[in-house]
Nanobody
Framework: QVQLVESGGGLVQAGGSLRLSCVAPRRTFSLYEMGWFRQAPGKEREFVAAASWTGGNTYYADSVKGRFTISRDNAKITVYLQMNSLKPEDTAVYYC??????????WGQGTQVTVSS
C-alpha cells in the first residue's frame, strides 16, 4: 500500500522548534497538493497546513499562522513543516497527506510531537 513516511517529531520545550519531513514514494506525488494534519489525544484530526504542487500557494490553520511554515522540494519528493514558537497545545501526532484524487487519500503513519511547558 502506498504510504508517505514522516520523520522529525520529538520532545521539545515550549518556545522551541522542530522540522518535520514527509517523503513520498513516487515522483508523481510532486504533482499533488500536500498537507499536514494533527491529532491530539481525545480530539479529532485537524488540518494544519497545505501546499500546492508548485509550493506557490500555501494554506494554514489560524492556530499556526505565523509560527509554522510548509514547504516542499519536488526534486526530493519531500514536504516539510517548520514549526517555531511551539506551544504545549501543539502536542499531537502529526500526519502528512497527499491529495491525489481530489481529496486527501494517501497518508503517512504519523510522527509524535510533544511540547513541554
Amino acid at each position: 500500500q502506498v504510504q508517505l513516511v514522516e520523520s522529525g517529531g520529538g520532545l521539545v520545550q515550549a518556545g522551541g522548534s522542530l522540522r518535520l519531513s514527509c517523503v513520498a514514494p513516487r515522483r508523481t506525488f510532486s504533482l499533488y497538493e500536500m498537507g499536514w494534519f494533527r491529532q491530539a489525544p481525545g480530539k479529532e484530526r485537524e488540518f494544519v497546513a497545505a501546499a500546492s504542487w508548485t509550493g506557490g500557494n500555501t494554506y494554514y490553520a489560524d492556530s499556526v499562522k505565523g509560527r509554522f511554515t510548509i514547504s516542499r522540494d519536488n526534486a526530493k519528493i519531500t514536504v516539510y513543516l517548520q514549526m517555531n514558537s511551539l506551544k504545549p497545545e501543539d502536542t499531537a501526532v502529526y500526519y502528512c497527506a497527499a491529495k491525489s484524487r481530489g481529496e486527501y487519500d494517501v497518508w503517512g503513519q504519523g510522527t509524535q510531537v510533544t511540547v513541554s511547558s
